[in-house]
């Protein structure tokens, strides 16, 4: 299975590979073991350019598997890299979906603090988070002091693959780059004091996004996936993308419509019950509370909560 990333190396933004359990630099080891022409400057332009390059990506990993006894100064551990959001850098704001699991909206109409007893499922809810929110696996979570109710939100993330408006239900896969794991950290006391979700979503680093992407043609059916979170080791969410209110292809297809969608793009597909707001004593994210969550397939996407 291909696993695609994007890491920091000494402050300059690299696409990467897994080979293995190691990582590498896809240029790097193209330079090294492939004929060279394998050199995307980002993940959207490998994205953009994956009908191309991504049989070449696919059989650079392949050979570099091989010869991973050759290669083991530029094959390096997971845990010495420096992850950055998978697509650190969209062209347009994060693509959001509020509301769209029924256990989810069940317990938060029980919620303590929410004010209203009936929510409107029949039309998907959008809404944007800031691209200065993306942060990478392993980073820290600043609690800005303008909050003091973090929650978490487990979610399973599309990436788009290519450009298209008005997209049929039909033809969504074929708009769909691959998927990584998200954490939609929420600030429901600026939410409720604000009456809308923009701003109590999109304060700055506070949407974890990896820690690989896994290409569509290698995932399956992203529609029977489990979705987990824990909190210090304590499962909080245990769902499954099944359990959805609108799929991927009717949120897609409707989001699509008058507004155009672009390679790189990324698009969060709602979370499950068990967030910290809704339980039944309320739990809210602070400094040193370590974060996790892991959708089926695609890794496990972790954490901590810091001091801003």
């Not at 990993?61 to 890299?81: C, Y």
């Not at 909190?231 to 609108?246: E, P």
């Amino acid at each position: 299975m291909t696993r695609l990333l994007t890491y920091d190396y000494r402050g300059v933004p690299r696409v990467g590979i897994y080979v293995g359990e190691k990582i590498g630099h896809i240029a790097r080891l193209s330079g090294l073991i492939g004929d060279g022409s394998l050199n995307p400057a980002s993940m959207v332009e490998l994205i953009e350019n994956w009908g191309e390059l991504g049989p070449k990506v696919r059989a650079l990993a392949a050979e570099a598997e091989k010869k991973a006894a050759d290669l083991s100064e530029v094959l390096v551990d997971a845990d010495e890299v420096k992850f950055m959001a998978s697509v650190p850098s969209p062209g347009k704001n994060v693509l959001c979906m509020g509301l769209n699991y029924k256990d989810h909206v069940a317990e938060g109409l029980q919620a303590k603090d929410v004010k209203t007893d009936k929510v409107e499922l029949d039309q998907p809810i959008f809404f944007t988070k800031a691209p200065s929110t993306l942060i990478g696996h392993g980073a820290g979570i600043p609690r800005h002091n303008c909050s003091e109710k973090y929650d978490y939100e487990a979610e399973i993330a599309v990436i788009i693959g290519r450009r298209g408006i008005n997209i049929p239900r039909d033809e969504v896969y074929d708009h769909i780059f691959g998927y990584c794991c998200a954490n939609d950290i929420s600030a429901r006391d600026i939410q409720r004091r604000h009456k809308q979700i923009f701003k109590g979503k999109t304060l700055d680093d506070s949407c974890p996004l990896g820690p690989y992407i896994v290409p569509r043609e290698d995932y399956g059916d992203p529609m029977n996936m489990t979705v987990k979170s824990w909190v210090n080791g304590d499962l909080r969410q245990d769902s499954s993308t099944a359990n959805m209110i609108h799929d991927i292809p009717a949120m897609i297809s409707s989001l699509s419509e008058g507004f155009t969608l672009e390679p790189g793009d990324i698009f969060l597909t709602g979370t499950p019950s068990g967030v910290g707001y809704a339980r039944e004593v309320p739990s809210f994210l602070q400094p040193g509370d370590v974060v996790e969550v892991e959708v089926e397939g695609l890794g496990r996407l972790v954490n901590s909560i810091v001091e801003a």
